[in-house]
């Protein structure tokens, strides 16, 4: 089936493997784009291009992908098999999931912090919080930047594993269990379906308007 | 060693022709396979009389027939009932059929749950489990006992059409063709949020009606409802209509559903009125149908008909759809099978 997305070819610059079975792919940054976008990635000119948020800034010079292997999936298999001077087709990027200067909690899960990434390496993350859903110690991604920034504003929810630097459990468990959440303040949620929509309720069911949650579902 | 056998329901002509000549078959036994899959309600091989039993037994070593019967069915005081179908794996759908006077319409899912999240629909709150083959949409026509009264039919239950495009166009193209439902491409409605690429493909390759679901014409408040505004927003989508030829064969409507002081003010009517300005299409006005847990509420029945009446003065043909199958939950973004999928997890749970 014919694409319906614009695409350019982009050559790779860099590709690292940063848990098992998740990757960052780079490549020199084409256009100018908002923290918090897309893009459309595809094998070929013509395949049907899947979105991924773009998790660089927006002043970097090279545009980071982060991804993990669907094995059910066609393009991240492909995709992990890249190295250095392979390409891909890429579109300009887009959408609205943005963020600002307000106070405002990030809450997302697996590669959902992406975007999220992308905002804070823009520089927006002076005044945030951040919670990171995860199964394992090694699924909390750019931990390596947020955490000495953000240090207690940095909540790692570790559905199967403990530590002494994590919460034991899902975000849904870590938000449930919270006395006074501001009512006043943004959420953006970026994830699972699954996750965005639990945790959503839960939102609403603490009394945060539904005005101030702003969701992104990976589909 | 068992292998799974293919289904041969939800096959095109083409590809039924294709897997005869395979085997060594004549390859108008494709044409038979059709006839007896898509003009027949024949749930065995053995009465597929016109084909050999010699070929049917080949053809039934390495194929199923695919069809599977509901596993349950509640029925509304308004005579809508609604069907409980088991797409196998612990996959659970949903179909509803509506019957009003001379016009029979089927609602049929397109996937299991679904990823879409917004925030007024009970199918979005079990998340996404799956998938649905061309042949597990087909068979929610095929497998009911009403089947050859259905008039219409909508791809409106649980899922999102565009986000399984291949199985959508191919089970509308089974449809609508001939050799299958036969059922006119103007009695078939494809429902969609709006993703753009998917979209075009759509309206490129199928003669199929198209329904936006919109809810809201304001940027803003739409993405605080339905998060695929962040990506796909829904000026660019009806942008991307207009460029179609729409409103001389296909139409394209408009669902609309009212949310009390969210989204149903004059200001909303202008807005309606200047962003449909160019396209051809007619608005659908819903009910909301509550959800637990949910913040909004529906608007009430004299500002709908009040939102209605302004809508039309401004020259947009707009209805009213009535709320069918409320009492089985049946009705407009209840479809779910949340319970089910709980279940299954819970079971694996004491199982694992």
Redesign the interface.
């Known amino acids: 089936m014919k694409t319906k997305l614009k695409l350019t070819k982009v050559k790779i610059i860099r590709q690292r493997e940063i848990a098992p079975g998740v990757f960052v792919l780079s490549f020199i940054r084409p256009w100018d784009f908002t923290a918090g976008q897309v893009v459309g990635l595809a094998g070929n000119e013509n395949d049907e291009a899947r979105l991924y948020s773009i998790a660089s800034g927006e002043l970097d010079e090279e545009v980071d992908i982060l991804y993990n292997i669907n094995p059910e999936g066609k393009l991240t298999p492909w995709m992990a098999q890249l190295n250095t001077a392979d390409t891909l087709w890429v579109s300009e990027p887009f959408g609205s999931f943005k963020g600002d200067g307000e106070p405002a909690w990030w809450i997302a899960s697996g590669t959902g912090i992406a975007p999220f990434v992308s905002m804070f390496r823009t520089g927006l993350h002076k005044n945030k919080k951040i919670i990171h859903g995860g199964r394992d110690l090694h699924s909390f991604y750019f931990n390596e930047i947020i955490e000495p920034e953000l240090k207690e504003n940095y909540i790692r929810c570790c559905s199967r594993e403990n530590s002494p630097e994590v919460f034991h459990g899902r975000i849904t468990q870590y938000l449930k269990e919270q006395t006074s959440l501001p009512t006043n303040e943004k959420y953006y949620l970026c994830g699972s379906a699954e996750m965005v929509v639990d945790a959503r309720d839960i939102l609403i069911e603490k009394g945060i308007p539904f005005n101030n949650i702003i969701s992104e579902i990976y589909f | 060693m068992s292998t799974v056998k293919e289904p041969l329901f939800g096959k095109s002509k083409d590809e039924l022709t294709q897997l005869s000549t395979d085997l060594g078959l004549p390859a108008y036994t494709g044409g038979q396979l059709a006839y007896w899959l898509y003009k027949t309600d024949v749930d065995s091989f053995d009465l597929m009389t016109n084909i050999s039993k010699k070929t049917r037994a080949l053809i039934s070593e390495h194929y199923v027939l695919g069809i599977n019967p509901p596993v349950s069915v509640k029925e509304s005081v308004d005579g809508t009932k609604k069907y409980l179908f088991n797409a196998g794996n612990g996959k659970f759908i949903e179909a509803a059929y509506i019957p009003d006077g001379k016009r029979h319409t089927l609602c049929v899912s397109s996937q299991v ?5 917004c ?1 007024f629909c009970m199918t ?2 079990q ?2 489990q799956g998938q649905l083959s061309p042949g597990e949409i087909l068979n929610q026509l095929r497998s009911i006992p009403e089947r050859a009264l259905v008039t219409n039919i909508v791809y409106m239950g649980m899922g ?1 059409p565009f ?1 399984n ?2 199985s959508v ?1 191919k089970s509308s193209a089974i449809l609508t063709a001939e050799y299958g439902f036969a059922i006119s491409v103007r009695k078939v409605t494809v429902s969609t949020i709006g993703i ?3 979209m ?2 759509f309206l490129e390759e199928s003669k199929c009606n198209l329904a936006v679901s919109l809810h809201t014409p304001f ?1 803003d408040e739409r ?2 409802l339905m ?5 796909y ?1 829904i000026k660019e989508v009806i942008d991307t209509i207009t460029k179609y030829d729409i409103g001389k064969y296909r139409r394209v409507s408009i669902e609309y559903i009212m949310f009390k002081d969210v989204n149903d003010t004059r200001r909303h009517v202008n807005e309606l009125a200047r962003l449909l300005n160019k396209v051809n299409c007619r608005i659908n006005l819903i009910r909301f149908h509550s959800i637990p ?4 509420e529906s608007s009430s029945e004299e500002t709908i008909l009040d939102f209605q009446k302004a809508l039309n003065a401004k020259g947009i043909v707009t209805t009213l759809r009535a709320s069918r199958g409320q009492d089985i939950e049946a009705a407009c973004g209840l479809l779910s099978t949340k319970e089910l999928v709980k279940k299954k997890k819970d079971s694996n749970l004491i199982t694992e």
């Open positions: 749950g679904c990823k879409m999240g925030l979005g709150k998340g996404f999102e986000d495009l291949q166009m753009i690429p998917a075009k493909v940027e993405r605080k998060p695929v505004q962040n990506v927003p847990g949910t913040p909004l």
